[in-house]
T-cell receptor
Framework: TQLLEQSPQFLSIQEGENLTVYCNSS?????LQWYRQEPGEGPVLLVT?????EVKKLKRLTFQFGDARKDSSLHITAAQPGDTGLYLC?????????FGKGTMLLVSP | GAVVSQHPSWVICKSGTSVKIECRSL??????MFWYRQFPKQSLMLMAT?????????EQGVEKDKFLINHASLTLSTLTVTSAHPEDSSFYIC?????????????FGPGTRLTVL
């Protein structure tokens, strides 16, 4: 089972700031998904990246997949309180998902 | 998008009792459903994978006699926590996958908060 490392574990910022969170592995990802989970809710899929070097944008969120497919990042521009939540990366494998420990983001007004 | 529901959303029970949690795919047929457990401030840990009409496959360290999973139809899977104890208190989340391929998207339910007194 691949070990996914996410950093930072916790991030507290003010509304309007930019931030980047990271997901790394010592092994090559087959493909990677990013989820956001709000307290007391199930995770919601944000994006799936498959190709090395791939960049995807979802409004203010930019997702990058490393060229070697061993790392990924999520950049949020002008964060808003509604972005608060647990951001999880997960390897999308042959039959199951393996989640990282997540980055807890708190955006204060 | 595909919707997965869970019932109940929260439950409190006494130690030693059993609790059943339902997971339903509302607008699609789920060939495979997954059960996860999430402790506070931690990530999701896969407990078991169930395919409709067959026995569930449990992850290492998960007691199959304690966490009974039934996937009797293509839209319903149940998780029964038998003889629950306080250490079983957790957030239980199910997900459902429409296709048979591992590359098909999993859709997650809203979770069930279990508190065992």
């Amino acid at each position: 089972t691949q070990l996914l490392e996410q950093s930072p574990q916790f991030l507290s910022i003010q509304e309007g700031e930019n931030l980047t969170v990271y997901c790394n592995s010592s092994s090559v990802f087959s493909s990677l998904q990013w989820y956001r989970q709000e307290p007391g809710e199930g995770p919601v899929l944000l994006v799936t990246v498959v190709t090395g070097g791939e960049v995807k944008k979802l409004k203010r969120l930019t997702f990058q997949f490393g060229d070697a497919r061993k790392d990924s990042s999520l950049h949020i521009t002008a964060a808003q309180p509604g972005d608060t939540g647990l951001y999880l990366c997960a390897e999308w494998g042959y039959s199951t998902l393996t989640f990282g420990k997540g980055t807890m983001l708190l955006v204060s007004p | 998008g595909a919707v997965v529901s869970q019932h109940p959303s929260w439950v409190i029970c006494k130690s030693g009792t059993s609790v059943k949690i339902e997971c339903r795919s509302l607008d699609f047929q789920a060939t495979t459903m997954f059960w996860y457990r999430q402790f506070p401030k931690q990530s999701l840990m896969l407990m078991a994978t169930s395919n409709e009409g067959s026995k569930a496959t449990y992850e290492q360290g998960v007691e199959k006699d304690k966490f009974l999973i039934n996937h009797a139809s293509l839209t319903l899977s149940t998780l029964t926590v038998t003889s629950a104890h306080p250490e079983d208190s957790s957030f239980y989340i199910c997900s459902a996958r429409a296709g048979a391929w591992g590359t098909d998207t999993q859709y997650f339910g809203p979770g069930t908060r279990l508190t065992v007194l």
